[in-house]
């Protein structure tokens, strides 16, 4: 108070009138965040009625190069796929920061009765991607409204089968990252967190995967069975099934001292080959990439002493999956605007591995430094649990427009950081 007495006094001795404060940047985008949002629910509704499954996303693409085409930018599509790279040049020198928005569904059929449900039977937005598509078309679109005094260059990667993580390693042979070649690269994906919020710096589990072919006499439901029980041991956590999971599960990634750093989830099925053997099918999730050799030998050595050395045929896909694991430093870097977009209060932070998914955003991670923030999608008063990949997933739409600022208010002060 007294400062600012003191200032009144010197500015009314100088005779001269208090300049306006300086207003943030990041008020304009966010204004033209809220002003985009009808059209973005609208973009995602349509999204989410035709949804299209990995490798197949030609509609969705069509809809997204059409949209950034008409914002002006410089659209590639067909690259590793459907894939759709899109560049928006600054008026201003600068880095270059990358923006990806994943753009498949998934099968199965979601619950009827919703005004903006799947129109294709056994294709359903069961994991948000609807969404993240209709968030990266927001960001590009603020950020285009400002390009005359925008620093540096946005490049937007829409990317295609995401689900089956062939997509980001087919756009990178593309050269999606190539020309220009990013300097830092963002995502976003959707979580049950309350909508409003934003949780930073997620890591989720890589993958391995076996296949135990039953040969001979070894080749029955009995045996099947029992090696898959004997396998399912090996897992130190069970599959999220209903909402009163959910919470916990959040509350634990949030924590540095959880037990999630060494769990493992173990996925195991029975099926049958083409030659009518019984197979074991399995993926391996660990809480840490280190873990991955050791499981390979434990579940090796519990197939050996559950059928001895013959009668089976066990491999292991050709190397592990990687973790998705966000760079500390460009979290950390990219925390204050995202603290001024959203507020403080509706920050949190991720210190654990989510074991239950992979993301093959993991792939970009490989070779630029970046990281991938949680969007709170859910809101319980209305029903919405939020949690991808269950069969009733849907969203709060008020999340589309915290995904835009937020991601804006990200890509922005990186491009003003030079
Ligand atoms: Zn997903």
Redesign the pocket.
């Known amino acids: 108070m007294k400062r600012l007495v003191l200032a009144v006094i010197l500015l009314a001795s100088c005779g001269k009138t208090t300049p306006p404060p300086e207003e943030s940047p990041l008020v304009a985008l966010a204004a033209k965040a809220t002003a985009l949002q009808p059209e973005l629910v609208a973009i995602r509704r349509d999204i989410h009625r035709h949804p299209e499954l990995s490798g197949a996303e030609s509609r969705t693409a069509g809809v997204v190069a059409e949209r950034l085409r008409a914002l002006g930018l410089e659209v590639r599509p067909g690259v590793g796929g459907h894939g759709v790279v899109a560049i928006l040049r600054g008026g201003r020198p600068g880095p270059v920061v990358a923006y990806r928005a994943?753009m498949d569904a998934v099968r199965g059929d979601e619950p009827p009765g919703r005004e903006y449900g799947s129109t294709v039977p056994g294709v359903q937005h069961v994991?948000?991607?609807d969404v993240?598509t209709a968030i990266g078309i927001g960001v590009a679109g603020v950020l285009a409204s400002v390009r005359e005094r925008m620093p540096g260059t946005a490049v937007f990667l829409f990317q295609p089968a995401?689900?089956n993580i062939q997509g980001a390693e087919a756009m990178i042979r593309d050269g999606a990252i190539s020309d220009p070649r990013p300097d830092v690269i963002y995502a976003l994906?959707?979580f049950p967190f309350p909508v409003g919020t934003v949780a930073q710096g997620a890591v989720f589990a890589g993958l391995d995967q076996f296949t135990l072919e039953l040969t001979g006499e070894h080749s029955t439901q009995e045996v099947g069975q029992r090696v898959l029980t004997s396998l399912s041991r090996l897992g130190t956590v069970a599959p999220l099934k209903s909402a009163e999971q959910v919470a916990p599960h959040l509350a634990d990634l949030q924590r540095p001292d959880s037990a999630y750093a060494t769990a493992v989830y173990m996925n195991v099925k029975l099926g049958a080959a083409g030659n009518g053997n019984v197979l074991v099918r399995g993926s391996v999730k660990a809480g840490a990439d280190a873990m991955y050799p050791r499981l390979r030998q434990a579940v090796k050595e519990l197939v050996e002493r559950e059928l001895g050395a013959t009668g089976y045929q066990l491999s292991f896909r050709d190397s592990v999956f990687p973790s998705m694991a966000s760079d500390p430093r460009v979290t950390a870097e990219a925390a204050p605007a995202l603290v001024e977009a959203i507020g403080e209060e509706n920050v949190l932070s991720i210190h654990r591995t989510h074991i239950y998914?992979g993301?093959d955003f993991a792939l970009f991670l490989q070779r630029v430094p970046g990281t991938m923030f949680l969007l709170g999608v859910a809101n319980l008063e209305r029903g919405i649990l939020g949690a991808?990949h269950f069969p009733d997933f849907d969203v709060d739409e008020e999340s589309i427009l915290v995904g835009t600022k937020a991601m804006s208010a990200v890509v922005w002060q990186r491009l003003s950081q030079g």
Do not use: K, L, M, N
């Open positions: 994943d994991c948000g991607h993240h995401e689900e994906h959707s998914s993301e991808p």
